[in-house]
Nanobody, 120 residues
Framework: QVQLVESGGGLVQAGGSRRLSCAAS????????MGWFRQAPGKEREFVAA????????RYADSVKGRFTISVDNTKNTVYLQMNSLKPEDTAVYSC?????????????WGQGTQVTVSS
C-alpha cells in the first residue's frame, strides 16, 4: 500500500501559478507511475498528468498541456505539479494517485486531495 499526502492548494488569481506537492511513502511506491487528477464541482474526476518515478514518460491532458508540468524528486519521495497561467476553469480538488501502470493504468492509491481555487 502506498500512502500519499498532497499539499500546496489554495486561492490564486487567474494568470497566476501554484505548485502542488505529493509526498509518497510505502514499501514499493517506486514501482508505480504517479499521476495527478482533478475534480471540479458537479463534474467527474479527470486526468491531469502522469509520470514515472524515474522522471520519464510524462503525459498530460490536452487542457493543461503547455501550462502544467509534472516532475519527481526522488531524494524527497515527492511528486510535484507546477501549474502556470491558471484559469478559473482549473478550479478543482486536485488528487495525487499511484498507478500500477502508465495512464490510463489502474490506480492503486489516492491521496486525500487539495483544493485549488482560481479567481477571475
Amino acid at each position: 500500500q502506498v500512502q500519499l499526502v498532497e499539499s500546496g492548494g489554495g486561492l490564486v488569481q487567474a494568470g497566476g501559478s501554484r505548485r502542488l506537492s505529493c509526498a509518497a511513502s510505502g514499501r514499493t511506491f517506486r514501482s508505480y507511475y504517479m499521476g495527478w487528477f482533478r475534480q471540479a464541482p458537479g463534474k467527474e474526476r479527470e486526468f491531469v498528468a502522469a509520470i514515472r518515478w524515474s522522471g520519464g514518460n510524462t503525459r498530460y491532458a490536452d487542457s493543461v498541456k503547455g501550462r502544467f508540468t509534472i516532475s519527481v524528486d526522488n531524494t524527497k519521495n515527492t511528486v510535484y505539479l507546477q501549474m502556470n497561467s491558471l484559469k478559473p476553469e482549473d478550479t478543482a480538488v486536485y488528487s495525487c494517485a499511484a498507478l500500477y501502470a502508465d495512464y490510463p493504468g489502474p490506480v492503486g492509491s489516492w491521496g486525500q486531495g487539495t483544493q485549488v481555487t482560481v479567481s477571475s
